[in-house]
């Protein structure tokens, strides 16, 4: 059943929100990794967001009808795919060139619509098809067009099947988070797989630096850089995931996976906030993404309405 024009609207709204605040992120994180080791930078977003995802569902309202059994099983395995996610994606940007696990991310609609094809038997709406062009096609024209990026700098360095791997693994969790949890509300159902996906990316991260992969900081971080990771951990790992439950609760993992290829663009106007002039590629690319975002809900709100 296509959604209705309110889910539509809800969807659009949450979505974009989710790829402001991993848009912004990117800039962020580029920062604190210049003092700071990744592991410890991905784990501490997962601790961080979890005590303001459970205080969401303490003072959320409880749904109407009783939710079934949790299947602890099934939760291992959604909080096994967020880590697979965060692990694979740790190891494929760093044996990858930043271009072009850039524009394998780019790629992330079209692995998220063959799963689901294949998991649900899924069909997309119209102008799906076009939708999926621009975005995929605007998201490497954005990565391109980065100021100071030297040409034929990039090539395949073994990272980008990790990254792949990666996209489908958080492709998959979307998926059969909405079959399995669905009924205890999206608060509950982000908070209970983030809380389990904390737990192991901690116990992969204990593992890490047991092998000595760890590099721990040299100096306490300053206020400015607090702010930063509270920044990451409260809104990207707490509200963003809340926001991208949502949307694929309302339009489904394809067309949310769209949205997702918006982050780049926000991440462009940040950074030119911070001082950092885009490129005309850049703007190009990220109006082609706008664009074919904005077409498709154009072509699925009036479907609605008829």
Same mark, same amino acid.
């Given at each position: =059943? ?8 809800? $969807? ?6 989710? #790829? =402001? ?39 959320? *309202?409880?749904? #109407?009808?009783?939710?079934? &059994?949790?299947?602890? +099983? ?5 909080? /096994? $795919? =967020?880590?697979?996610? @965060? ?35 899924? /069909? +997309? ?7 999926? !062009?621009? %975005? %995929? ?55 209970? *797989?983030?809380?389990?996906? @904390?737990?192991?990316?901690?116990? %992969?991260?204990? %593992?890490?630096? $047991? ?6 900081? *040299?100096?306490? &971080? ?14 990207? !790992? #707490? ?63 009036? #479907?609605?309405?008829?």
């Amino acid at each position: =059943m296509s959604p209705s024009v309110g889910a539509l609207r809800r $969807a659009s709204l949450v979505l974009l929100l989710a #790829a =402001m605040i991993w848009g912004s992120m990117i800039p962020v994180l580029a920062a604190l990794a210049e003092h700071y080791d990744n592991w410890l930078l991905s784990w501490s977003r997962y601790i961080l967001g979890l005590p303001v995802l459970w205080l969401a569902v303490l003072l959320s *309202t409880r749904p #109407a009808a009783a939710p079934r &059994p949790l299947d602890w +099983t099934k939760l291992l395995k959604l909080g /096994t $795919a =967020m880590t697979a996610f @965060s692990v694979l994606y740790t190891f494929g940007v760093a044996h990858a060139h930043p271009a072009t696990s850039a524009i394998v991310l780019m790629c992330g609609p079209i692995w998220a619509t063959l799963l689901a094809r294949a998991m649900l038997g899924a /069909t +997309t709406p119209p102008g799906f098809g076009l939708t999926l !062009v621009l %975005v %995929v096609a605007g998201g490497i024209v954005v990565v391109l067009g980065t100021p100071g990026r030297a040409a034929g700098s990039f090539g395949l360095e073994g990272g980008e099947g990790l990254l792949v791997i990666a996209q489908l693994c958080w492709s998959w969790y979307s998926i059969r988070a909405q079959q399995w949890l669905a009924d205890r509300g999206q608060i509950a159902l982000s908070a209970l *797989t983030s809380t389990v996906a @904390s737990v192991l990316l901690g116990l %992969v991260c204990a %593992v890490v630096w $047991a092998l000595g992969g760890i590099a721990w900081p *040299t100096r306490p &971080p300053t206020p400015v850089e607090w702010g930063m990771v509270a920044w990451i951990g409260i809104l990207g !790992v #707490a509200v963003a995931v809340l926001l991208w439950n949502t949307g694929v609760s309302l339009v489904g993992v394809p067309v949310a996976s769209l949205f997702a290829n918006s982050a780049p663009v926000f991440a462009i106007g940040l950074a030119a906030l911070m001082g950092r002039e885009p490129s005309w590629l850049q703007v190009a690319g990220g109006v082609v993404v706008l664009a074919g975002i904005a077409q498709l809900q154009i072509r699925q709100t009036r #479907a609605a309405r008829r």
